[in-house]
């Protein structure tokens, strides 16, 4: 493995993190890359969009949030997602993603980082806890509220 780095998300990344692939069951719990970048264009200001290369290939993509007036405390500082390459899973991409979410956000000033998952057999709920995430409360639909204090 060469050594991981971030790059925003740019018209030159974005046809290669939308090819990124899921594990079977996987998709259930994951939209298409581009639908996460769509949502991101009404307010690109608070939105961290980055795709994880691995020499130049991109093995996965980040998106995370950072609106101080966001009226919600779990929206100030938000993983809204993750997705990392079928092939590439279990290799510390993921971590390595979340770990410069988490660093952004420090250096941003926050105190924690949250994010919000779904439950399922093959979601992602043991890969949030791996990385430190706590749950802490649940949505109105049900979803898993996480912590991660910086």
Request: proline fraction near 5%.
């Amino acid at each position: 493995m060469a050594e991981l780095r971030l790059e925003e998300l740019s018209a030159r990344n974005v046809v290669a993190a939308n090819a990124l692939t899921l594990k079977p069951g996987q998709e259930q719990f994951v939209a298409p890359v581009s639908y996460s970048a769509a949502a991101a264009i009404p307010d690109p200001t608070t939105s961290w969009q980055r795709v994880v290369l691995d020499g130049d290939e991109v093995v996965a993509f980040v998106m995370g949030s950072f609106d101080p007036n966001a009226e919600h405390e779990e929206f100030k500082a938000i993983l809204w997602r993750i997705n990392v390459d079928a092939d590439d899973q279990g290799r510390g991409i993921g971590t390595f993603a979340v770990r410069a979410l988490a660093d952004e956000a420090r250096a941003r000033g926050h105190e924690r980082l949250y994010v919000i998952w779904e439950s399922g057999e093959l979601g992602p709920e043991q890969f949030f806890l791996r990385s430190g995430f706590q749950p802490i409360g649940e949505t109105q639909y049900g979803e898993t509220i996480g912590a991660l204090d910086l």
